[in-house]
Each structure stands twice: as structure tokens, then as C-alpha cells.
């Protein structure tokens, strides 16, 4: 079975500065990897994915990721961080289930706080 | 821009009642997921559907039921509501031909039950 783990449960980071938020996960092959965000109040939107190919992804809102195999990692960074980015981040794996359909495991998230 | 619709996104019942938190998407897509999500804690999946007229529970036990009879309709009802089910109910969907697992999530209903 699949595992996520993001250790840090908040973080906080100044207006401007860069952001990298990190997410582990376990699966015997390469699963399929997702970022969610979700804003206060609001449903979960999706940020970037992964599922083969170039192992830096280009999401909305300025966010990349980069799959690494041999950390079993997938980070989420962004350069420059807005006051707008304040949110809950979700890291999710993706991998085959009972009945041919994808199983997904979320991580507990990531809350980030934007600070002037 | 949102395709999956819920309501109603805040509820404040009394206990015993019974509730329907409603669900629907116009993209078309097959599968359909109920996850319930509580502070500190990661979504967890309590009801999934493949399509019209399949329901399978998911990896967290609930005392909810859902119903499909529409593609884009899913429903999740509650008979006698009590406090332990306070939480926030957040529905997704997803196209069952790219099984990718990318889900589309509606803005949730948060239900407090007092």
C-alpha cells in the first residue's frame, strides 16, 4: 500500500521569499504524484501532477516539482512567494487499486502562512 | 473554474436529524468519491462510485450511504446525524478512461452537528 508524508505541518515564509514544501512518499514502482491546493473554506484544486517524462513539472500559479526516484520525493517550490499563496498544500500519490480504478493517498498537508 | 457543485456548503443540524449532503458534476465523468476531511488530518475516502447504480465504501468506515442513479448525481445521506460527524465532506470526480487518478473537487460541506 501507499504512503505520503509531509513533514512539516506549517510553515511560515516573508512575502517575496522562496518556498520548497516537502513530501515523501512510499510505492514499490513509480506512482502517479499530485499537488493539491485548498484555500480556506474552499475544496481541493489541483496544482501540478506527475506521471512520466520530464521529472520537473510545471504547475499553475508559478509552482513547479521535481520527482526524484531515488529520495522518493516530489517537492514543491516556488521562487517568489504572494500573499495570495496562503493555503493548505496537499502532496497526493496515485497507484492502481482494487477493481482496476486508482487508489489515492493524501498526505496530512502543509499549512503555509505569508507574512509581509 | 469549478464543475462539481455542493450543497450546502455549511450546515448546522441538531442530533437525530436526517441529512443529504448533495453532489453533481457536469463534466461527465464516471467515478465519483466521497472524502471526509478533519483539521491536522489527511482526506480519507468513505464512498466511491464507478458509475450509474455502483456504490463501494471506501477506507474509512462511515454510518453515511450514497446513491447513484445519475452520472452526475451522488448523493450522501446521513439517517440520524450525531456530533462524532461533524466534519467537512468534500466530493470529487474524475474521468474513468484516463485513470490517472487526477481528481476535480467541489468546494465541500462542512457539517456541524450539535
Known amino acids: 500500500a501507499q504512503s505520503v508524508t509531509q513533514p512539516d505541518i506549517h510553515i511560515t515564509v516573508s512575502e517575496g521569499a522562496s518556498l520548497e514544501l516537502r513530501c515523501n512518499y512510499s510505492y514499490g514502482a513509480t506512482p502517479y504524484l499530485f499537488w493539491y491546493v485548498q484555500s480556506p473554506g474552499q475544496g481541493l484544486q489541483l496544482l501540478l501532477k506527475?506521471?512520466?517524462?520530464?521529472?520537473l513539472v510545471q504547475g499553475i500559479k508559478g509552482f513547479e516539482a521535481e520527482f526524484k526516484r531515488s529520495q522518493s520525493s516530489f517537492n514543491l517550490r516556488k521562487p517568489s512567494v504572494h500573499w495570495s499563496d496562503a493555503a493548505e498544500y496537499f502532496c497526493?500519490?496515485?497507484?492502481?487499486?482494487?477493481?482496476?480504478?486508482?487508489?489515492?493517498?493524501f498526505g496530512t498537508g502543509t499549512k503555509l502562512q505569508v507574512i509581509p | 473554474e469549478a464543475d462539481i457543485y455542493q450543497t450546502p456548503r455549511y450546515l448546522v443540524i441538531g442530533t437525530g436529524k436526517k441529512i443529504t449532503l448533495e453532489c453533481s458534476q457536469t463534466?461527465?465523468?464516471?467515478?465519483m468519491y466521497w472524502y471526509q476531511q478533519d483539521p491536522g488530518m489527511e482526506l480519507h475516502l468513505i464512498h466511491y462510485?464507478?458509475?450509474?447504480?455502483?456504490?463501494e465504501k471506501g477506507d474509512l468506515s462511515s454510518e453515511s450511504t450514497v446513491s447513484r442513479i445519475r452520472t452526475e448525481h451522488f448523493p450522501l445521506t446521513l439517517e440520524s446525524a450525531r456530533p462524532s460527524h461533524t466534519s467537512q465532506y468534500l466530493c470529487a470526480s474524475s474521468e474513468r478512461r484516463a485513470n490517472t487518478g487526477e481528481l476535480f473537487f467541489g468546494e465541500g460541506s462542512r457539517l456541524t452537528v450539535l
Open positions: 497526493a500519490v496515485g497507484a492502481p487499486g482494487s477493481g482496476g480504478y486508482q487508489k489515492v493517498t
Open positions: 462510485s464507478y458509475g450509474v447504480n455502483s456504490t
Open positions: 463534466m461527465g465523468h464516471d467515478k
Open positions: 506527475y506521471f512520466s517524462g520530464d521529472t
